[in-house]
């Protein structure tokens, strides 16, 4: 089973990173997740719950990066 980090943004859903969460390095998923937060100031959020991530887990099959909407 894959799992997806996808972006959210005015411009339509991007596949950010696809990945195998029983062979990943999860390390390397945060530090992505953070890098493109910090540039984009996207958010990342667990689809199934609706809550935000401090750190991506295994359990998590699908995170939405939800950019930040201007003017509201």
């Known amino acids: ?3 997806k980090i996808i972006t959210f943004s005015s411009r339509g859903d991007t596949t ?9 390095d999860m390390d390397d998923v945060n530090k992505l997740i953070s890098e493109y937060e910090a540039r984009t100031g996207a958010q990342p959020f667990d689809v199934k719950t609706g809550e ?3 750190k991506v ?3 998590q099959s699908e995170v939405l990066m939800v950019h930040p909407v201007a003017g509201g």
């Open 52 to 54: 935000r991530i401090e």
């Open 57 to 59: 887990t295994r359990d």
């Open 1 to 3: 089973m894959n799992a």
């Open 16 to 24: 950010l990173l696809e990945y195998d969460p029983a062979t990943v």
